[in-house]
T-cell receptor, first 110, second 111 residues
Framework: GESVGLHLPTLSVQEGDNSIINCAYSNSASDYFIWYKQESGKGPQFIIDIRSNMDKRQGQRVTVLLNKTVKHLSLQIAATQPGDSAVYFCAAPAGNDMRFGAGTRLTVKP | DADVTQTPRNRITKTGKRIMLECSQTKGHDRMYWYRQDPGLGLRLIYYSFDVKDINKGEISDGYSVSRQAQAKFSLSLESAIPNQTALYFC??????????FGSGTRLTVV
């Protein structure tokens, strides 16, 4: 069946460095993808999305890259800050539902 | 006030008890969802509803039931709670199959 997964369960970066979180998907028919951020004790929050007809989309300090050839997308966070510490996961539509990856826990070291 | 409100935030219950988790939203969205989150796993869909008269089973509906009391309210019930239903439960809404808004979650422990 369709799946969405992340490559690493944890990622630790130094404050100020850039972070890259990766995600692989199986359904080549997915027409968009979403990245969510989940802080401790809170529900997932929308960060950024990308349509399948795009290769790159930029937001405030975040960039999502989509490589349809290898079914891979990444979330890049520039100048990572302590407030970026959270679990990040990607999601893709699957019928009437969304498929969510398990998440990468990002820890920012001071 | 939060767009999607879940109650209770935390609950400990005993095996065999019936428990209801409630969700209300102010987004005006037609679609509402209940998900379960376990450590190391992605969110898994329990039930979803596209309008008041529409209820659909998700990936893991066994042991759960739902009620869509109004456009803004969607409750999840565990008829007879068991320990492996210990998890974090999220309600979500969407205007279409896009851009979900999640509640803050209910942490349920079944002892």
């Amino acid at each position: 069946g369709e799946s969405v997964g992340l490559h690493l369960p944890t990622l630790s970066v130094q404050e100020g460095d850039n972070s890259i979180i990766n995600c692989a998907y199986s359904n080549s028919a997915s027409d968009y993808f979403i990245w969510y951020k989940q802080e401790s004790g809170k529900g997932p929050q929308f960060i950024i999305d990308i349509r399948s007809n795009m290769d790159k989309r930029q937001g405030q300090r975040v960039t999502v890259l989509l490589n349809k050839t290898v079914k891979h997308l990444s979330l890049q966070i520039a100048a990572t800050q302590p407030g970026d510490s959270a679990v990040y996961f990607c999601a893709a539509p699957a019928g009437n539902d969304m498929r969510f990856g398990a998440g990468t826990r990002l820890t920012v070291k001071p | 006030d939060a767009d999607v409100t879940q109650t209770p935030r935390n609950r400990i219950t005993k095996t065999g008890k019936r428990i209801m988790l409630e969700c209300s939203q102010t987004k005006g969205h037609d679609r509402m969802y209940w998900y379960r989150q376990d450590p190391g796993l992605g969110l898994r869909l329990i039930y979803y509803s596209f309008d008041v008269k529409d209820i659909n089973k998700g990936e893991i509906s066994d042991g759960y039931s739902v009620s869509r009391q109004a456009q803004a309210k969607f409750s999840l019930s565990l008829e007879s709670a068991i320990p492996n239903q210990t998890a974090l439960y999220f309600c979500a809404t969407s205007a279409a199959n896009y851009g979900y808004t999640f509640g803050s979650g209910t942490r349920l422990t079944v002892v």
